[in-house]
């Protein structure tokens, strides 16, 4: 079976400052993981994706993440903040090969000026 | 067109009615994926097609959901005899590649049943 948790339900940073959300996974097999990014008002749009090659992965908007099997994490970081980086965050798991595809409950990000 | 639409963006359903809520996914693509999201919660995933063909319904929540693709491009999401607890933002994603690595998805039916 699979599972994702996103540790925080809510992350405030100021802007210019290191941006983390914590991701856990729980998957039978390999998985493929994701973080999607949704802005009010606006449709989900994919950050990153992780589909078993480098484990380092970057995404758009500077964002970056790195699969650790060893932990079972996926957490997203981005060096500096910015205003624009407010929004709601998903971590994503899929069993590689299949379909079914388990959203975390999303972490918040604020954004402080 | 350029993105993935969703038709209606707003639907008010009395309980008991039907309803049909549209998905026009990206020309050509393959995969066609149905999530259901609840109020400050993330998607759950409801269904799977792959051009035609639906390969996982598992996340059905009742025989009162039912998902059609005939003709590998539009898709239908039906919901029959709706109840309070079906009110959600219903999301559609479509994708290139088979299993959706990389999905695009619209931007939703908001269905409030009252």
């Known amino acids: 079976a699979q599972s994702v948790t996103q540790l925080d339900s809510h992350v405030s940073v100021s802007e210019g400052t290191p941006v983390l959300l914590r991701c856990n996974y729980s998957?039978?097999?390999?998985?493929?993981l994701f973080w999607y990014v949704q802005h009010p008002n606006k449709g989900l749009q994919l950050l990153l994706k992780y589909t078993s090659a480098a484990t380092l992965v970057k995404g758009i908007n500077g964002f970056e993440a790195e699969f650790k099997k060893s932990e079972t994490s996926f957490h997203l970081t981005k060096p500096s903040a910015h205003m624009s980086d407010a929004a709601e965050y998903f971590c994503v798991v899929r069993n590689t090969g299949g379909f079914k595809t388990i959203f975390g409950a999303g972490t918040r990000l604020f954004v402080k000026a | 067109g350029a993105g993935v639409s969703q038709s209606p963006r707003y639907k008010v359903a009395k309980r008991g009615q039907d309803v049909a809520l549209r998905c026009d996914p990206i020309?050509?693509?393959?995969?066609l994926f149905w999530y259901q999201q609840a109020l400050g919660q993330g998607p759950e995933f409801l269904t799977y097609?792959?051009?035609?063909?639906?390969?996982?319904k598992s996340g059905l929540p009742s025989d009162r959901f039912f998902a059609e693709r005939p003709e590998g491009s539009v898709s239908t999401l039906k919901i029959q005899r709706t109840q309070q607890e079906d009110s959600a933002v219903y999301l559609c994603?479509?994708?290139?590649?088979?299993?959706?690595?990389?999905?695009?998805f619209g931007q939703g039916t908001r269905l409030t049943v009252v």
């Open positions: 994603a479509s994708s290139l590649d088979i299993g959706g690595t990389e999905a695009f």
């Open positions: 020309s050509g693509h393959v995969s």
């Open positions: 998957s039978s097999y390999s998985p493929s």
């Open positions: 097609f792959q051009n035609e063909a639906q390969l996982d």
